[in-house]
C-alpha cells in the first residue's frame, strides 16, 4: 500500500511516524485541563476525536466512543465500529477532504502535547515468547542442552502481572527495594535492586470479551486485539533470582511497566503481516494460525546516562516472535479465562539470533559478565540511577512509516523503606 495523501502536510512526510496511514489513538491533557480527551496523531498535530464527537463531526451513533478520557468506549464495540471510527478519520483527512475547514479546528500542535495513558489497563499478562529470548536466558542458568524447558515448543508460556504498575511513556520509574540473596549467603537482605533491567515487548491491547468459561480460537482471538503498543517490563533480575522459584516473577516484575502512548491499530498494521518461525514440534489444533499473525516491525532501544546522549543497544524486529499475540490470547482463554476489555498483553522479551538484537541487558552483558560500552565511553552491565532508556518501533511500507511514538523511562532512586 502506498503513502495515503493528506491535506495535513506533515503526513505526507516518508519520515514522520503519523502518515495519515497510521492514524493511532492516544489521550492528552489540554493546557488549563485536568481531564484527559481523546486525541489520534497525524503528522505533526493531534485531532481532538473527544471535541469532535461532542460536536457530532463523528458520529457512529449509540455510545460514545471518544468523550471518556481514553479509548475504552470504542474498544467495547464490534470490530465494524472500530473500522467505521477509523474510515471516518481518514474521511476526514485525507487530501480533497469536504470538510477539511472544520476538521482544522480540532488540530493541535503535537510538540509538548501532555500525553496520557490511553486505555484503562483491566489487567496485564506477560509471555515468554521469544525463542532467542528464552534460549539465551536459559543457556545462562541450565546450561545450552537444557536452555529451553520440555513445554516451551508447545505452549505459549506466561504469567499474570500488575495492571497497576503499568504506566504511560515519560512516567519517571522508581528503582524497586526486595529480597537479594547474594551467592552464598546464609540468609537474604532487603535492599535497592542492583540489576535493573528492560525487557524491549510489544502489548496487544484487548477490545473485546469472552465470558467465563468461553474459549476461542487463534483467529477469534486476533479479531479481539484492538491494537499494538510498544512496552517495557521492567525487571530487577536480582530479586527475581530469588524469588521467582516455585511460581514465577512476582515483586520483580510489579513495580514499573512502561507503554508508549499510542495504540497502533491491526488496520494500520495489516500491510505488514508475517507469519511465525517454522514449528520445531507441530502445535495442538487450537494453537495452529490460520494465517500470517505477526508483523514487520522494525523495533530499538536507547540508552542515555544522565545529561549524556543516547546509544542504540538493540536492533531487532518484532517477527523474531515464536508466538504471536492471537496464539497467546488463545491460549489464555483456553481454560475458560475470561477476557477483558482492556487487557494488555505482552508479548515476552523480543531478542533475534545476533548479539546487537538482544532485548534485556541480562542478554546484552550475559548475566553482566560482558559489559555493554556506550558511546560516552561509559560501560553498563544493568541500569544505573539517571540513566534513560527508550523503546522505538515503527513498520516500514512504501515512502511511509507506520511509528508507534517512543516509550521512555528515567530510572530513579530507590525510595527509603518506611
Known sequence: MPLMQSWVESANDPNTPFPLNNLPYGAYVPDGDDLPRCCVAIGDYLFDA??????DVIALGGLPVACLGDWTGLMRREPEI??????????????????????????????????????CVSEFTDFYAGKHH???????????????PPNWLHIPIGYNGRASSVVV????????????????????????????????????????????????????????????????????????????????????????????P?????AALEPFR??????????????????????????????????????????TNYKQ??????QQVAHHASSGCAMTTGDLIGSGTISGPEKSERGSLLELTWGGQEPLTLDTGETRT???????????????????????GSCTGTVKPARQFP
Open 274 to 315: 508475517t507469519s511465525t518461525p517454522a514449528r520445531e514440534k507441530d502445535l495442538l489444533p487450537y494453537l495452529k494460525e490460520p494465517g500470517p499473525m505477526l508483523y514487520d516491525i522494525d523495533l530499538s532501544v536507547t540508552m542515555a546516562p544522565p545529561g549524556k546522549p543516547a546509544t542504540t543497544i538493540v536492533r
Open 50 to 55: 473527544h471535541e469532535a464527537e461532542l460536536d
Open 134 to 148: 528464552a534460549t539465551n536466558v536459559g543457556t545462562m542458568f541450565r546450561g545450552p542442552d537444557n536452555a529451553l
Open 262 to 266: 499510542w495504540i497502533v491499530t491491526k
Open 82 to 119: 472500530w473500522a467505521a471510527f477509523r474510515s471516518r478519520m481518514i474521511e476526514l483527512l485525507h487530501d480533497g477532504a469536504p470538510e477539511r475547514e472544520i476538521a482544522k479546528t480540532y488540530l493541535h500542535p503535537l510538540e509538548g502535547a501532555k500525553l496520557v495513558m490511553p486505555v
Open 321 to 326: 516472535m515464536y508466538y504471536s499475540a492471537a
Open 169 to 260: 511513556s515519560g512516567t519517571d520509574i522508581i528503582r524497586p527495594n526486595g529480597q537479594i540473596k547474594a551467592p552464598g549467603a546464609d540468609m537474604p537482605s532487603f535492599g535497592p535492586s542492583a540489576r535493573l533491567d528492560i525487557e524491549l515487548e510489544m502489548g496487544a491491547i484487548i477490545g473485546g470479551t469472552t465470558p467465563l468459561g468461553q474459549p476461542v480460537t487463534v483467529r477469534q482471538a486476533d479479531d479481539m486485539i484492538f491494537g499494538y503498543v510498544l512496552l517495557n517490563d521492567w525487571s530487577a533480575r536480582d530479586i527475581q533470582a530469588w524469588e521467582y522459584q516455585p511460581l514465577g516473577p512476582f515483586q520483580a516484575k510489579a513495580f514499573a511497566t512502561s507503554i508508549s
Open 382 to 404: 544493568f541500569i544505573e540511577d539517571g540513566d534513560t532508556l527508550t523503546l522505538h518501533g515503527a513498520a516500514h511500507g512504501d515512502g511511509y512509516r507506520i511509528g508507534f
